[in-house]
């Protein structure tokens, strides 16, 4: 199995970014999908999620307005477009899967198994 995290980068206060999560390997329809963040110096936190029939999304209360989690089954691909992005966004993005739940969107870092190896992003002001 093989997660592979793009799309990051620097973007002043603000701006937006559209990071992506490509999946091989799995039988990508079986897996919920979650965004998670580590800044320096901060333990791993989650940012939004997908069930894996994508009925239900999940957000941090931090993102909640600004980032939108999308996923396209037949693409093997998930989508996380950050917008209105703030200095406290900055961080490592990774996404991690794991065998579906029936819908529900898991939070804890510890319920993912599969994990791809992260993509900066920084804003700046």
Do not use: H
């Not at 939004?48 to 999308?70: E, L």
Request: aromatic share 12%; hydrophobic share 35%; net charge positive.
């Amino acid at each position: 199995v093989q997660l592979q995290a793009s799309g990051g980068g620097l973007v002043q206060t603000g701006g937006s970014l559209r990071l992506s999560c490509a999946a091989s390997g799995l039988t990508f329809s079986n897996y919920d999908v979650g965004w998670f963040r580590q800044a320096p110096g901060k333990e791993r936190e989650f940012v939004a999620g997908v069930s894996s029939n994508v009925m239900s999304t999940g957000y941090s209360d931090s993102v909640k307005g600004r980032f939108i989690i999308s996923r396209d089954n037949a693409k093997n691909t998930v989508s996380l477009q950050m917008n209105y992005l703030k200095r406290e966004d900055t961080a490592v993005y990774y996404c991690a899967a794991e065998w579906n739940t029936f819908g529900v969107v898991r939070r804890s870092s510890s319920a993912y198994t599969y994990w791809g190896q992260g993509t900066l992003v920084t804003v700046s002001s």
